[in-house]
């Protein structure tokens, strides 16, 4: 049900009235940040979470709100079952019709995040209709999925996991070769659609990126020191 004015004025006022300790500022994050168990096998650097992350943005005052990891939604769950079909491919007759199947994976994968950013955007407008201000997002860079300014080729991406046989597929050759080696400008398809469905409701969120390179080689990072990597929902330039 969209709440009326009248409704909302209501729920500020009760808000105001029994007044708590809650800062009413939340943070979209990107889910693996708060749950490395949803990354790809290889991906995860730690037990549990980003904890250096989940302090800084804490420490600001931003209540986390986790977003939903789009490839376990789309790609198979947790280990994203369908995105595995063409490792180790190369030289199968699969291999020769890669084009046509990852054309294909890019349009399913599209349609179920116009879905999940829509649900998104509705948490993001019931947050402000409670007098609770959304101030940003954090994204994940190199990911094909939650990258805000840099993502994953995936053509190239599978063809590097195509070429590798299974036995010589180790963590390094994941990490090294088939994420990093394959990043390029350009925003993740959630992070897309989510710019997209926030542009049309007129919202426009910061948007941060979490530096994956950074991350996989334990180098130390910040999020908010530096400017925002990007404002989401804005209109195009
Ligand atoms: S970057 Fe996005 S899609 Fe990839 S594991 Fe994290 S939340 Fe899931």
Redesign the pocket.
């Known amino acids: 049900m969209i709440p009326t004015r009248r409704s909302r004025r209501r729920a500020l006022a009760l808000l105001d009235q029994l007044r708590d300790e809650r800062g009413r500022q939340v943070m979209l994050v ?3 940040l708060l749950n490395q168990n ?3 096998a290889g991906g995860a650097t730690r037990p549990a979470a980003i904890t250096e992350a989940v302090d800084e943005l804490v420490g600001a005052g931003y209540g986390l709100h986790q ?1 939903p ?4 939604r789309a790609w198979g769950g947790v280990l994203k079952r369908h995105s595995l079909g063409l490792h180790h491919s190369e030289g199968r007759p699969l291999f020769a019709v890669r084009g046509v199947l990852l054309g294909a994976f890019a349009a399913w994968t599209r349609l179920k995040y116009r879905r999940l950013a829509r649900q998104v955007v509705r948490d993001v407008v019931d947050y402000r209709r409670s007098g609770i201000d959304v101030v940003g997002i954090v994204g ?1 860079g190199a ?1 094909p ?2 990258g805000v300014t840099t993502t994953l080729d995936l053509h190239a991406s599978l063809d590097v996991l195509a070429a590798c046989p299974a036995a010589a597929l180790t963590r390094d050759v994941m990490n090294e070769q088939a994420v990093l080696g394959c990043r390029r400008p350009g925003e993740g398809m ?1 992070i897309q659609a989510l710019d997209r469905r926030l542009a049309r409701r007129r919202i426009r969120l910061d948007a941060f990126e979490h530096d994956l390179a950074r991350e996989l080689r334990g180098e130390p990072q910040t999020l908010l020191t530096s400017r925002p990597a990007r404002t989401l929902g804005a209109p195009p330039g």
């Open positions: 990107s889910h693996c949803t990354r790809y977003l990891c789009p490839e376990q994940i990911s999925s939650c959630f």
